[in-house]
């Protein structure tokens, strides 16, 4: 079914956070009403009349962000309050913005997960979950892992248990303060919702949808007996139907939302990505899981997604809200522009649009004189010093560590703040990080710098010029990047490429395109096994594996603290007593299985660069502590032709590849002077025929083939140091052969 929407910028308010926008059901009015918190503390209650948007109560500003907004009701009531989290305390408004609940939980963590029924509210910290009943602590969990999101269901039984999204991909089911379900996605899992029209669903009963940051959509029904997978896409299952609309960009899931839009009987899942997709999933006939139906690209972190009769009675509109704070709504209706008169719809909704956009535009106006105004008085940094810094920032970033070390020093504004949004998230499809920065405030440009190697990775949706700054033996950058937006744009996407068993730091500087200039800072951390993401489980006693067994005087804790050091997106704190990780090389698709306890651990894994990598990190570590510590290894010599094995046909493919694109403008001006290529073999003249394809595709990885070479000759190298032999006489030997690459010859050569 073939999906429209009309795009109506409905209102703007101040920057938004993800889950914090509801529509009220339906009252004394034709339409509902729509509710939004920001980070700004304010809730507001908007409504349409007449072809504008307009304001029906708005509370004070706290201070503090609003995390999480919900609607609630006593049961068999409509859920016309609105309860909301900002920092520890919880806070509920009438249906007229008034307010009739402050609780103050004295939960230590920021609150960023609210579910509320009758008197019972469910809460979710980072790491702890709260169950209060009338304002009194009743049940308690400790997290393994990081909670980014929470919802109340009746999963397990006609109880409302809590559900807990988490940083792991583990979705995790509380019954009082006990787990009693988990199940794995495979992704960080950063939002759930109830699936409605569950009578006529897929799935029947107790039925979640979630959206994980790997972009994935899933949903799973629950019961006592436990949980079964009903359905799992992604967006890059989507085909490339020109009426569709999508972008090549699979954005990490912020938002869900359930309901039946195609009046099929079925509910359609609305999903809101971080790279700015709107998208409708439905149901076809023949189909037991969602194709995608509709997609609008909107440029910016979706934060809030929901629906119902706002803008008309007659339709159900898709409110949309955004981290910069605009509020879009997606309309079926054409007319729904227009006022309540019986005038011909196409020139009233004409008329009516452009008294709106006059109406926007003078307040729009007054905004930004009066926030001017406002920033002048904030700061006494002349302009002129502001243009010369940015111009002596971008032009001689000989020492980006030096220049910008801790807060972005003068004669950039420290009293502005820029909302700043980042994200450093790695892509186990793309093999390589993806770093979002998005900011309240236009962006003029961002100063990237690192102390390891990095490769920037080609970034197609951004709007920025991109120059790399030479390193400089006195700086301790070895890696800096200059990105400067050439239009108009509050979010910037980079591509980030690492390479494993180097740690160090990456940081961010963002400068602001407005007036005073501001800045602000960012860094992540890069740990040895950064092409390393979890996975569900294997048997490695399956596979050629070689070990390491490490023992030391160390406290679970400081186990603990070990591993976060060394593996990729594992929590500060630790709630188990015996841990276990199972891991794959998304570059070469190699596994690594990671077992400790107090004091003892083992790694298990196919790959002896891997295994290189692990025991050189922990004798530096716990020599750097001064702590005794017994590491053996064992090698398995079998793993060096089973990793061969693995790389041999991208090798072979990403060579082929690489040589036909090499001689593609040779090839055409050979067949322009015969005027034919009849005369070509067949690999040439298919490539000449799919030159676009061919192009693009090795412009996605330009630096692939040099990449899988290295793997091959990091491979000898390690293999022969955990034995003790330098080879390094024989590479030129070893690059040799790799330039034309045999798997039997090469594995030999590496043998020998």
Not at 354 to 365: A, C, D, F, G, S
Not at 386 to 415: C, D, I, K, M, W
Not at 490 to 497: A, F, H, I, Q
Not at 594 to 602: D, H, I, L
Request: a negative charge.
């Amino acid at each position: 079914m073939d999906l429209n929407y009309s795009r109506l910028d409905f209102a703007q308010i101040g920057p938004t956070c993800p889950r914090t926008a509801r529509v009220l059901p339906l009252g004394k009015h034709k339409a509902q009403k729509y509710v939004v918190g920001d980070q700004d503390g304010v809730v507001s209650c908007l409504y349409y009349k007449k072809g504008e948007c307009l304001t029906s109560w708005k509370t004070e500003g706290l201070g503090t962000e609003i995390r999480s907004l919900v609607l609630s009701g006593t049961a068999g009531d409509e859920n016309d309050r609105v309860f909301y989290t900002s920092g520890s305390i919880v806070r509920g408004l009438n249906k007229k913005g008034k307010e009739f609940l402050k609780f103050d939980t004295n939960i230590t963590e920021s609150l960023s997960s609210l579910y509320v029924l009758d008197s019972r509210i469910w809460l979710g910290g980072q790491y702890t979950y709260n169950q209060f009943l009338d304002c009194k602590d009743k049940y308690f969990y400790m997290s393994p892992d990081k909670i980014n999101h929470l919802i109340a269901a009746s999963v397990g039984s006609k109880e409302l248990d809590a559900v807990l999204a988490c940083q792991d991909g583990i979705i995790r089911v509380i019954h009082g303060s006990d787990l009693v379900q988990e199940v794995n996605v495979g992704s960080a899992v950063m939002c759930l919702d109830p699936y409605l029209s569950r009578e006529q669903g897929p799935g029947g009963g107790n039925s979640l949808i979630w959206g994980t940051a790997a972009g994935h959509v899933g949903c799973h029904a629950f019961s006592k007996e436990g949980a079964m997978k009903i359905w799992d896409v992604s967006q890059s299952s989507i085909s490339s139907d020109p009426d569709v609309g999508t972008t090549n960009e699979i954005g990490s899931i912020l938002c869900l939302h359930s309901v039946d839009v195609t009046q099929d009987g079925v509910a359609d899942i609305i999903v809101g990505r971080d790279s700015g997709s709107v998208e409708i999933w439905g149901f076809d006939i023949s189909t037991t899981e969602p194709v995608l139906q509709y997609c609008d690209v909107i440029h910016e972190s979706i934060t809030s997604v929901t629906s119902g009769k706002v803008l008309s009675p007659a339709n159900t509109d898709i409110m949309v809200s955004t981290f910069s704070g605009r509020v879009i709504a997606l309309t079926p209706a054409i007319s729904a522009v227009q006022g309540a008169s019986g005038k011909n719809s196409g020139s009233v909704s004409d008329l009516e649009k452009m008294k709106l956009l006059r109406k926007e535009l003078t307040e729009l106006t007054k905004n930004v004189e009066a926030q001017k105004e406002k920033n002048k008085n904030q700061t006494n940094t002349k302009t002129a010093n502001e243009e010369h810094a940015s111009s002596t920032a971008a032009a001689g970033l000989a020492n980006p560590a030096g220049r910008y070390n801790g807060s972005v020093s003068a004669p950039f504004s420290q009293g502005i703040s820029l909302r700043l949004s980042a994200h450093f998230v790695f892509q186990a499809s793309r093999k390589a990080y993806q770093l979002s920065v998005e900011s309240a405030a236009p962006i003029d440009y961002c100063l990237l710098w690192s102390d390891i190697p990095l490769t920037m990775l080609d970034g197609s949706s951004n709007t920025a010029v991109v120059t790399e700054v030479p390193a400089d033996s006195s700086a301790s950058a070895v890696s800096s990047y200059v990105y400067r937006c050439t239009e108009r744009s509050t979010r910037l996407d980079m591509t980030v490429s690492t390479q494993e068993g180097q740690a160090g730091t990456v940081n961010i500087v963002t400068i602001s395109a407005t007036e005073p200039r501001s800045g602000e800072r960012k860094s992540f951390k890069i740990v040895p096994l950064s092409l390393h993401s979890r996975v569900e489980g294997f048997n490695i006693e399956n596979l050629p594996y070689s070990s390491i067994s490490f023992s030391g005087s160390l406290s679970m804790s400081e186990m603990q603290s070990l591993m976060v050091g060394l593996v990729p997106n594992l929590p500060e704190k630790v709630t188990e007593d015996n841990v276990v990780l199972y891991l794959q090389n998304a570059r070469i698709n190699t596994h690594l299985y990671v077992q400790y306890r107090k004091g003892e651990a083992t790694f298990k894994t196919t790959s002896l660069s891997t295994l290189r990598v692990c025991r050189d990190y922990l004798n530096s570590v716990m020599t750097a502590k001064g702590k005794k510590a017994a590491v053996t290894f064992n090698v398995n010599e079998k793993s060096v032709p089973y990793v061969i094995s693995l790389l041999d046909e991208r090798l072979q493919y990403s060579s082929s590849l690489t040589n036909r694109v090499f001689v593609m403008d040779a090839l055409k001006e050979v067949v322009q002077q015969e005027n034919t290529s009849d005369f070509l073999p067949h690999i040439y003249a298919d490539a000449l025929n799919e030159e676009t394809k061919l192009r693009a595709e090795l412009a996605a990885a330009p630096s692939l083939l040099a990449e899988l070479r290295q793997v091959v000759v990091d491979l000898f190298l390690d293999f022969n140091k955990l034995k003790g032999v330098n080879v390094s006489a024989r590479l030129p030997d070893l690059r040799d052969l790799l330039q034309n690459f045999e798997a039997k010859a090469v594995t030999e050569f590496l043998m020998s």
